[in-house]
């Protein structure tokens, strides 16, 4: 809720209140200033005692006023409001009780309980009013009841009490349209946000993997077809050529994931993927930057790990991560854990790096940031991949954590179910 917003809804209810407040006050005052003149406010009752209950009533508000404001309970603004209901019962009772010309002033409540809101505050109200307005029958002069009167007082009495329960439907319809209102507008906010996260993922799929890969792809079949590369030279350039296919093939795949993950459609590709071997791979496969960084790898693994998964998606997510780790820690270690316990499969990835700044760790998972000192370090980045790394190990129903500490490491904490995850809701 914005401020302007809230400004007019407390400027509102200050006002409410200050009136309820000083009109009291203002009629006691005026009842003891000029008793000749207000003679018809009361009938059979000193006019000084209208006068001290009006006083008493203007104080005690506004005790309560002070009281809710302080300590912001609701419990002082349900007494004002039953002390309001009290004040007008007093008011028709001392100004001729059931046949009183200011029992229409039992409206006001009604109204002030429409004002706020508050279903369960109406319904008692309405009921509070309807049985003291039915008692004070009770406080007439036992030889002006008749039966005349009793008809009359049961009419205005059941007319009291529907106009109560209409007030009452009308707060509960308002609070259920509100509510349904509430969770349309709640609902079209989620549609729309991940509609932007649909866009966003592909737009940085699109240029920031594919682009760049289609560029590599180019050069190595313009470079696979010379004649006058050494043998040995060829092999090398077409495995590095189906590499980057198969890098092609992935993106593609996660494209495609991307496309159908607003309405949590997906189909993913399962089939019983060792985990184990996955990494093992991955470590192979990240030996150059290792030789670089001079950086070692230990990996503490079970002999075979086997999860429902898609394989290529997987292992994507997978090497961005333990690629961060590597890339990151020079002249240091990484160590690789891999358990199962019950139905996952928890792998935990641990370095001796540069770390996380602290400001960054809100924004880890953000599609393009990088942290500050990783820019330093390797200026290349594109900065997507922990977004798409996470993407894909909740596409699994998987979850991922990362804990760090600046210039000592980085732990990155992966669980993955082992059986295939059901992502249709």
């Known amino acids: 809720m914005n401020s302007k917003k809230t400004f007019h ?58 009281l809710h404001e302080i300590t912001d309970r609701n419990i002082y603004f349900n007494i004002n409001r039953y002390l309001f209901v009290l004040l007008f019962i007093m008011v028709i009772v001392m100004t001729g009780g059931v046949n009183s010309s200011f029992s229409f002033l039992l409206i006001f409540p009604f109204i002030a309980s429409i004002v706020y809101l508050d279903q369960k505050l109406t319904r008692n109200i309405g009921i509070f009013v309807v049985i003291l307005y039915a008692a004070i029958i009770f406080l007439q002069p036992w030889s002006a009841i008749d039966p005349n009167l009793i008809s009359k007082h049961l009419a205005q009495t059941a007319l ?20 349904e209102k509430e969770e349309t507008d709640r609902r079209l906010e989620e549609i729309v946000h991940i509609d932007h996260l649909k866009s966003d993922f592909l737009s940085v799929a699109q240029h920031r993997l594919r682009t760049p890969l289609a560029g590599v792809r180019w050069a190595l079949e313009t470079l696979n077809q010379e004649s006058s590369l050494a043998k040995p030279d060829q092999e090398i350039v077409g495995q590095s050529l189906e590499r980057v296919k198969d890098s092609i093939e992935i993106v593609d795949g996660m494209l495609e994931t991307a496309e159908g993950a607003d309405d949590k459609s997906v189909s993913l590709k399962y089939k019983p993927t060792d985990l184990t071997a996955m990494i093992r791979r991955i470590a192979d496969e990240l030996d150059f930057i290792k030789k670089r960084n001079n ?26 991560i333990i690629d ?71 596409l699994h129903g998987g979850t991922i954590n990362i804990e760090s500490n600046l210039e000592k490491g980085t732990k990155v904490l992966v669980e993955l179910p082992l059986k295939r995850f059901n992502n249709i809701s």
Not at 295 to 320: F, H, Q, S, W
Not at 365 to 391: C, T, W
């Open 9 to 66: 809804l407390h400027t509102h209810y200050y006002s409410v209140e200050l009136v309820g407040l000083i009109t009291p006050v203002v009629v006691g005052i005026s009842a003891y200033l000029f008793p000749d003149n207000l003679q018809w406010i009361v009938v059979g009752y000193p006019q000084q005692l209208m006068t001290v209950i009006l006083l008493t009533y203007g104080l005690v508000v506004a005790l309560l006023l002070i």
């Open 160 to 179: 009291i009490g529907s106009i109560a329960f209409l007030m009452y439907r009308i707060v509960v319809e308002t609070l259920h349209q509100k509510i």
């Open 295 to 320: 950086t070692g790898i230990r990996l503490d693994m079970p002999a075979a790990l086997v999860m429902e998964a898609d394989e290529d998606k997987l292992y994507a997510a997978l090497c961005n």
């Open 324 to 394: 961060n780790a590597c890339r990151y820690t020079k002249n240091g270690l990484v160590n690789v854990s891999l358990t199962a316990y019950g139905e996952k499969a928890l792998l935990k990835i641990t370095d001796n790096g540069i770390g996380i700044v602290k400001s960054d760790m809100p924004h880890i998972f953000d599609r393009l940031h990088r942290g500050s000192n990783a820019i330093q370090m390797d200026p290349d980045e594109s900065g997507v991949g922990l977004y798409v790394s996470k993407k894909v190990i909740e």
